[in-house]
């Protein structure tokens, strides 16, 4: 495998762990140990369903094949090539080389940034541009605290996800753990880039959030929340509001973003006594915030829209790609299993892939909700 070809992939169902790492070998093919100034790091993504076996897996994968490092994630489904795995155990493999001086795996579970910036000192400082790769534990709390402040003291870029699946979620890292942050940091002369579709269609305006009380909205646009609410969405999905909730979201707009990019967040229920908004954020009274349209189609059109821009970014091909997607995306949004990875590989050419569906999505080190995260290796 040299430093331009495309990566290694496979992909296997089953719960036993040793005939996992057998399958997974096989479609890999024999291996020699990476050259010299070289290090070969395999991306993993296991379904929940076989997490009590990650230990196991990853002992007989590495006594099958010479991967110097294994980093990844757990979801409630997983993605490999061609296939998103549900209703079953499964593992995803995806194997590529890096020079060696470029590449460091957070391998013990940081909890805060200044652990983070501890784990990385000797190989990049915060001002020096680096990538990151992470996956949390969605048991962590202030998972979105530790990425705004990569955001705003730091000049790296994280991309990821949070893990789904049962309360005993894992992440890998050279070994498997259950709680903080892990991942890989990649020095800023490994090429990739990264995009993020939402799937969602703005309603026109911004709105302020004249007066609130924790996550509720208690005034929008200076009047009773509940009434100006039901102005912005319309007619027709205000006459019956439990249906609306299933469509339309709450966003929040990032600050200083060129793109218009906002925060997704759900409606989580209305006062209609009080005519009250309730909504899975925290509000700052004050602030704007704008209302969107999430469905089938909105999603499939902004996915293609971000394949697009992102294929144009990638004139020497892709080596390798990494998909993280929300848990309401998938077959849950797009009807059925396999289209939203199937949209995927047209637009990029069938390239080496895997990735899981998320609790959370990291992008441009901020948390997100209802998004797909797409990085590339170029």
């Known amino acids: 495998m040299s430093a331009t070809e495309p990566f290694l992939c496979a992909s296997a169902t089953g719960d036993e762990p040793r005939t996992l790492a057998a399958e997974l070998a096989g479609q890999l093919g024999e291996l020699s140990p990476a050259p010299d100034g070289r290090v ?5 993504c296991i379904s ?17 094949r010479p991967i110097d490092h294994f980093v990844g994630g757990m979801g409630i489904a997983v993605m490999g090539r061609q296939h998103e795995f549900y209703d079953g155990p499964a593992v995803t493999l995806m194997v590529g080389e890096f020079p060696a001086d470029s590449v460091r795996l957070i391998r013990h579970p940081v909890r805060s940034f200044d652990e983070l ?7 990049v400082d915060p001002a020096t541009p680096a990538r990151l790769i992470l996956n949390a534990d969605p048991r962590l709390e202030d998972v979105e605290g530790i990425l705004t402040r990569i955001g705003e003291e730091t000049a790296w870029f994280a991309t990821g996800g949070i893990n789904s699946g049962a309360d005993d979620a894992v992440q890998i890292a050279d070994g498997v753990m259950s709680s903080g942050i892990t991942g890989i940091v990649l020095r800023d002369d490994v090429p990739l880039v990264a995009r993020h579709t939402q ?12 007066e609130t ?57 209305v006062d209609m006594d009080q005519e009250l908004l309730a909504v899975g954020e925290t509000l700052e009274q004050g602030s704007r915030v704008l209302f969107v349209r999430r469905d089938g189609q909105s999603a499939h059109e902004d ?14 091909g892709i080596r390798g790609a990494i998909y993280v997607s929300c848990l309401g995306r998938g077959r849950h ?14 637009a990029l050419g069938d390239v080496p892939l895997v990735g899981f569906f998320a609790n959370g999505e990291i992008f441009s080190n901020r948390l997100y909700a209802y998004t797909g995260v797409l990085t590339l290796f170029t």
């Open 199 to 210: 799937g969602c269609t703005p309603l026109p305006g911004q709105h302020e959030l004249t």
């Open 333 to 346: 949004q797009f009807v059925h299993a396999d289209v939203e990875l199937g949209t995927v590989q047209r």
């Open 40 to 44: 070969r790091v395999g991306f993993i």
């Open 213 to 269: 009380w924790r996550n509720i909205v208690v005034r929008l646009n200076g009047e009773p929340a509940l009434p100006a609410f039901r102005r912005i969405i319309g007619d027709v999905l205000s006459r019956d509001l439990k249906r609306a909730l299933g469509y339309i979201q709450i966003g929040f707009p990032i600050p200083a973003s060129d793109t218009g990019d906002y925060r997704v967040r759900n409606i989580t229920g």
């Open 48 to 64: 929940d369903e076989i997490a009590r076996n990650a230990r196991l897996l990853l002992r007989e994968l590495g006594r099958r």
């Open 303 to 316: 996915l293609e829209r971000m394949l697009q821009q992102i294929r144009e970014q990638c004139p020497e």
């Open 117 to 123: 910036t501890r784990a990385l000192e000797g190989f």
